[in-house]
């Protein structure tokens, strides 16, 4: 559950923090957070390396990762056609060195749209859904709770409000 995840960092180079941040900062999934927080992301992406012709996911497999590319290149994939007519077409632009892929599977479980396999050796940066939902749910809970003992501060008349009201007449 992403309730009770435990943050689980996984060491990297500062080129490699570097290269996770300029592909993450300005994805409408990441723009929101500030500096210290995308840190917490960019601690938890682990490694992944994919051989040239491995399949990284294929179209229709449940969708739970986001990847940002550090080396090689990947191409993007659709089913056209039904029974024995049905072939793969390539879609889109390859991915290549700090391109990502695959933000939907952070936010819904759906299936992929699309199948994505390796065009060269490559090496990949992964974060998961519960390692995402988790965090964000995280930061959104230390975020109200700093608003919360800020609220508690202020003054009405000559008594602080968390005088006044209590913590569950604070949260309202």
């Known amino acids: 559950s992403f309730k009770v995840y435990k943050k689980i960092t996984v060491e990297k180079s500062l080129e490699n923090r570097a290269l996770i941040k300029s592909a993450i900062k300005n994805n409408a999934l990441f723009r929101e957070y500030v500096e210290d927080q995308l840190e917490c992301f960019i601690d938890v992406f682990a490694p992944k390396t994919v051989e040239d012709g491995d399949v990284v996911f294929r179209q229709g497999d449940r969708g739970d990762v986001f990847y940002v590319v550090q080396s090689g290149s990947l191409d993007s994939f659709v089913?056209?056609?039904?029974?024995?007519?049905?072939?793969?077409?390539?879609?889109?632009?390859?991915?290549?060195?700090?391109?990502?892929?695959?933000?939907?599977?952070?936010?819904?479980?759906?299936?992929?749209?699309v199948a994505i396999r390796a065009a060269s050796d490559c090496d990949l940066w992964q974060i998961s859904r519960k390692a995402f939902k988790g965090l964000q749910l995280q930061i959104e809970k230390s975020a109200h709770e700093m608003k919360l003992k800020q609220l508690e501060k202020v003054k009405i008349g000559k008594h602080k409000i968390s005088h006044v009201l209590d913590l569950s007449q604070l949260e309202s």
Do not use: S
């Open 79 to 113: 089913d056209v056609g039904e029974g024995d007519e049905k072939t793969e077409q390539q879609v889109g632009v390859p991915f290549r060195r700090g391109g990502v892929f695959g933000e939907l599977g952070l936010l819904y479980d759906n299936r992929r749209t």
